[in-house]
Nanobody
């Protein structure tokens, strides 16, 4: 059973940047399509970005296009979420998740496609 661990969150001022990392244990990250989601208290889990196993195809939520970039380095067993031009509105907990379906398509934005989730990493943007 794969386990995912996020890192790289923290506190940053508005306009700043953060890079989140997602690593796996149990199986290499290259075995999975990986997605990033975010969720605050009392809110639904929101799709942020996803990347296919080979790192060729990506997909983004509308609210982060142009500001966030997802990438991966399979030899280093890591997937990254580079977040730029941060605003206080994106303050919440970010989760990475592993997608085990053979295909990578528009369904990658749906939380139910992901079978394994990390514990979450807090991102706080101060004004």
């Amino acid at each position: 059973q794969v386990q995912l661990v996020e890192s790289g969150g923290g506190l940053v001022q508005a306009g700043g940047s953060l890079r989140l990392s997602c690593a796996t244990s149990g199986r290499p990250v290259g075995s999975y399509h990986i997605g990033w989601f975010r969720q605050g208290p009392g809110t639904e889990r929101e799709f942020v970005a996803a990347i296919n196993r080979g790192g060729i195809t990506t997909n983004y939520g509308d609210s982060v296009k142009g500001r966030f970039t997802i990438s991966r380095d399979n030899p280093k067993n890591a997937v990254y979420l580079q977040m730029n031009s941060l605003t206080p509105e994106v303050t919440t907990v970010y989760y990475c998740a592993a997608h085990v379906d053979h295909s990578f398509d528009s369904r990658c934005s749906l939380a139910y496609m992901y079978s394994c989730w990390g514990q979450g990493n807090q991102v706080t943007v101060s004004s």
